[in-house]
């Protein structure tokens, strides 16, 4: 009889260490009202501000992906992934603040919150000293968490898909354009880990389930309008 070899993908370990946190991402009060359309402004408005110098350190990330490639098409797919958050995923955050009468300006002088230092400055120190296998793994939850939720919301009928403010932010994260570039990174990630030995997979899945982590806490800061305390 012929031996069948079980391969798996890294990608599918990755989402099953992480999938608790996820799950609890979804049911927390930001999302369900989000997804619910009842979401208070001031709460959504909070989350602008502080996402939007997360995602100027969070570029820096894809930018760092792009140093350490080490072929041409890795290299201009990180670059066109640091492209796309400074032009269209910060493009919309603009475009929100505008609506809420905030000037981009303000966003960019947001003073970060404890967890947004928190999230951003692992983020870096990965890129900082880790190999591209640890940038992939510390990148993709942002990625492939909030495909999830877009597309989980667009699908969800009613609410979030009616409101008028809420509507672009769903549509953006469930597009086909954002989903292909979360396929892209899952993609990656499987590539960079393969033959890599358990000691450093184990690394790759800390780096993950952290950034899983972080993601959870940037939820729960902007529904508690979490600041400094001094
Ligand atoms: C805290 C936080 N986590 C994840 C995202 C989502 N996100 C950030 S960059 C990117 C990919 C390309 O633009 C995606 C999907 C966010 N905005 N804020």
Redesign the pocket.
Known sequence: MQMQTQTSKFSERLYESSKMIWEQSHRHPFLEELKAGTLDPAKFIFYLK??YI??ID??KM?AYGSIKATDLQTMGKFSE?CH??LN??MGL?RQYAERFGVTQEELERTEPSPT?IA?TKYLLDVAAHGSLAEVAAA?L???????EI?VLFAAAGPGVMDHSLYRDWVL??SSDE?GE??DW?IGIMDQLADGLPEQELAKLEQHFIMASK??YM??DMAYRLKGWPV
Do not use: K, N
């Open positions: 502080q996402d997360y995602l969070y570029a894809f992934l796309s958050i269209v995923e955050h947004t999230y990148v939850p942002c990625m492939w968490s909030y495909r877009g953006m994260y954002f570039l979360t990174c972080l993601e940037f939820w």
